[in-house]
């Protein structure tokens, strides 16, 4: 770059948060979701990170953390892969012709061929933003696709907060007051009974579903999906497989919906860890049959489209991220340690009477705690679940990070449940370290007193006071 081209505003990013980044909860605060720093500054997680890498972070006094969290599932590959980070200064330093809109760019193609490999029976990919909007093109796309308004989902289910996506949550906290919404019916999980009466009304379009869902970590019954595949398209209504945490190797096989033989969806959504962490994308995979009759001809070539859609960072940052998991084994090492660290934690079921069930597959994995048998810890449940239910739960995941240095978090409010899903580059040592100090927790928790019941009691009063 010549001293002509050299930039000419006095724009000094790094001078900006030298200056300015000891203010970051008061500007979240002042201009963002202000109950986001208050919530944090109650359960104490109100930390300053200074920087990651991998699955680590390091505080402002240079201590590591470890990231069980992986951002909700979005840092597969952990934070700031090497080849991600070059695939993106090369894609800048190319000063490609991008986002013209009427040309026709190479990354989006190749990003496109390279993930269809990893579902052969699927043709062709549309390119959004956000796992959300990934969901919003599938709901779209069958409706349009089977001329059906309805769309059925699972009891509990998360799809994303847009309004469409909004329709198929499973959750009415996430609902609640955004009525009206799309024409939605939720049925439980392995129910193919109920179903079944749903699609005898002949105008369901689709069936959204998690293979395993993220909230409670919940896996489809052996042989559900097969069949509700079977029924779905007995009745020209289609499968739609949400697999915006589960894919791209999550639970040890490229895609969750592979686990069952013979399950192959008519749309398939990804999102978070194909991003690499750095450039937001999602994609929606689908049949020939259902693009064609969406863009049925020149007339309606942009009837649905995003702006920032197949943008060349994100384009660029999912092919290093694809790259990088064929080259590495990402997939083979999240089903290999996944299973060692659910073999771990098993083993301490019967050890611990308020720890009642470890479930899960790859690196996705649940942790659920239940009503103890002695009387002492029954009492201190049961003044938890009185005032909250989910308290518990948040006890454990408070001193993971104040103790051990731990980021997890709960599956969902209300839930006793601890969701696990960090990058899935973790190995042996991390394992080491997770459980390690889950017991001491235990230990704790079980010991009846000290100070993780103190904050307990804490967090009662914060619920009371919330009510």
Not at 163 to 172: A, H, K, Q, Y
Not at 247 to 268: I, K, M, N, Q
Not at 346 to 351: N, P
Request: charged share 25%; glycine share 10%; aromatic share 8%.
């Amino acid at each position: 770059m010549t001293a002509a081209e050299q930039p000419r505003s006095g724009f000094d990013l790094g001078k900006l948060l030298a200056e300015r980044a000891s203010e970051r909860y008061d500007l979240h605060s002042r201009y963002l979701n202000h109950q986001l720093p208050r919530m944090l500054h109650t359960i104490g997680f109100d930390k300053v990170y200074e920087r990651a890498e991998g699955a680590y972070f390091w505080d402002d006094e240079g201590q590591d953390y470890l990231d069980m969290l992986a951002g909700f599932g979005v840092m597969g590959l952990g934070r700031h892969h090497p080849v991600v980070r070059k695939a993106l200064h090369d894609v800048l330093d190319a000063d490609l012709a991008d986002l013209t809109r009427f040309d026709c760019q190479p990354l989006p193609g190749l990003l496109a061929e390279r993930l269809l490999a990893h579902a052969p029976h699927l043709d062709r990919v549309f390119f959004g933003n956000s796992g959300t909007e990934a969901v919003e093109t599938a709901l779209k796309f069958a409706r349009y696709a089977t001329r059906k308004p309805r769309v059925l989902y699972c009891a509990h289910a998360f799809h994303g907060l847009t309004t469409g996506s909004l329709s198929v949550n499973g959750e009415d906290g996430f609902r609640k007051g955004f009525a009206p919404l799309l024409p939605d019916t939720a049925i439980a999980m392995g129910d193919l009974a109920a179903l079944e009466r749903e699609l005898a009304r002949e105008d369901v379009a689709a069936f959204v579903v998690e293979p395993i869902q993220g909230k409670g970590v919940h896996e489809a019954p052996p042989g559900f999906l097969r069949a509700a595949q079977e029924l779905l398209h007995r009745h020209k209504a289609l499968l739609i497989a949400d697999e915006v945490q589960t894919g791209l190797g999550r639970t040890g096989d490229f895609f969750a919906y592979s686990h069952e033989e013979g399950v192959e969806p008519d749309l398939v959504c990804v999102a978070k860890s194909l991003s690499g962490g750095y450039v937001p994308v999602g994609a929606t995979l689908g049949k020939d049959w259902i693009f064609k009759k969406v863009y049925a001809s020149m007339d309606r070539v942009l009837v649905h489209s995003a702006s920032f859609g197949s943008n060349a960072q994100a384009m660029a940052a999912g092919l290093a991220v694809l790259a990088v998991m064929e080259d590495e084994g990402i997939v083979a090492n999240a089903r290999r340690t996944g299973d060692l660290l659910r073999e771990r934690l098993t083993a301490l079921v019967d050890r611990y009477e308020l720890l009642h069930d470890i479930r899960g597959r790859g690196l996705m994995i649940g942790i659920e705690f239940g009503r103890p048998s002695s009387l002492g810890l029954r009492s201190r449940w049961t003044m938890l679940q009185a005032a909250r239910k989910g308290l518990f739960a948040q006890m454990v995941v408070v001193p993971l990070l104040q103790r051990h240095r731990i980021l997890t978090q709960v599956s969902g409010d209300h839930l006793e449940v601890i969701k696990l899903i960090p990058p899935l580059i973790i190995g042996e040592r991390e394992v080491d370290r997770f459980v390690e100090a889950f017991t001491a927790v235990m230990d704790d928790a079980h010991g009846g007193g000290g100070l993780m019941w103190e904050f307990g009691r804490t967090l009662v009063k914060q619920a009371v006071a919330n009510r």
